[in-house]
């Protein structure tokens, strides 16, 4: 008897993994595409002018790089540096950018789609930290708005 219930909890177990398995490789519904314009990238005070310029250039020349083959809807993003922390970890090599993302509409300046996220980057130089914290924030964005790889 008590084999028959190990069999059955066994059983019971490979079928929930087996489910669990399936859901996971259903289509997953496609995040909508937008026609980016331009973007501007904002912060609070004593936000290093390297980081902000960094953003924005990048951004903005893979929008320039980026070509769309059908009609979407236009938009622009404001990008939002919220916070950054610098030198953490053990090593002190570990920053930490807050990041949000408006995209608005061109033709009424509605807000259509938000994001926001973090982002990790190691610098082992203190010096470079705010260039490689512009080039993670830049291919985050790059990433979640389809746009082409930076032409610099």
């Known amino acids: ?3 028959l219930r190990s069999c059955f909890c066994r059983a019971a177990l490979i079928c929930i993994a087996l489910t ?8 997953k519904p496609e995040a909508p595409l937008y026609d980016v314009r331009s973007a501007v990238v904002l ?6 002018a390297e980081l902000l310029s960094g953003i ?6 893979a929008i320039n790089a980026t070509v769309r083959d059908t009609v979407l809807p236009r938009v622009v993003l404001t990008i939002r ?9 053990f090593q002190k090599d570990r920053n930490v950018a807050k990041i949000s993302v408006d995209a608005a509409s061109v033709e009424d300046g509605s807000v259509i789609a938000v994001s926001a996220f973090d ?3 190691m610098a082992a130089d203190p010096k470079l930290a ?9 291919a985050r964005i790059r990433s979640i708005f389809s746009l082409s790889g930076r032409s610099r």
Do not use: Y
């Open 1 to 3: 008897m008590i084999w």
């Open 20 to 27: 669990a398995c399936v859901s996971l490789s259903a289509n």
């Open 43 to 48: 912060s609070g005070p004593n936000m290093p």
């Open 56 to 61: 924005n250039d990048r951004v903005n020349a």
């Open 81 to 89: 540096v919220v916070s950054i922390q610098k030198g953490l970890g």
């Open 119 to 121: 982002v990790t980057s």
């Open 130 to 138: 705010d260039e490689i914290i512009a080039e993670d924030v830049a």
